[in-house]
């Protein structure tokens, strides 16, 4: 059964950063895609940043050059490093994944789901 556990969440000033990490276990085969997606209140779920199994990766156009999705060695755990944080960056932020995925940033993409962490940006 696959688990994916995410951590790193917090409250962080506007132009402050945080390290998003999500260990995940249970996968069966070796081939699978990661991403981090973000849901505020009120809002739909999107896709923040995404890497696939090549380690090829893809950003939202609100995050490009602030945000880095990456991945250990073994590829048991993912990060999301988040820079030059804004008040709009505040969300629930979910690690997600899928079996033979391409990396994309759509929700309908992913099966397996962490539960969440939150992330607050003060003004």
């Known amino acids: 059964q696959v688990q994916l556990v995410e951590s790193g969440g917090g409250s962080v000033p506007a132009g402050g950063s945080l390290r998003l990490s999500c260990v995940a276990s249970g996968f069966t085969n070796g081939y699978y895609s990661m991403a981090w997606f973000r849901q505020a209140p009120g809002n739909e779920r999107e896709g923040v940043a995404a890497i696939d199994d090549d380690a090829i990766t893809a950003y939202a156009d609100s995050v490009k050059g602030r945000f880095t999705i990456s991945q250990d060695s073994a590829k048991n755990t993912l990060y999301l490093q988040m820079n030059s944080l804004k008040p709009e960056d505040s969300a629930m932020y979910y690690c997600?994944?899928?079996?033979?995925?391409?990396?994309?940033?759509?929700?309908?993409?992913?099966?397996?789901w962490g539960q969440g962490t939150q992330v607050t940006v003060s003004s």
């Open positions: 997600a994944a899928e079996d033979y995925g391409l990396g994309s940033l759509l929700v309908d993409e992913y099966h397996y």
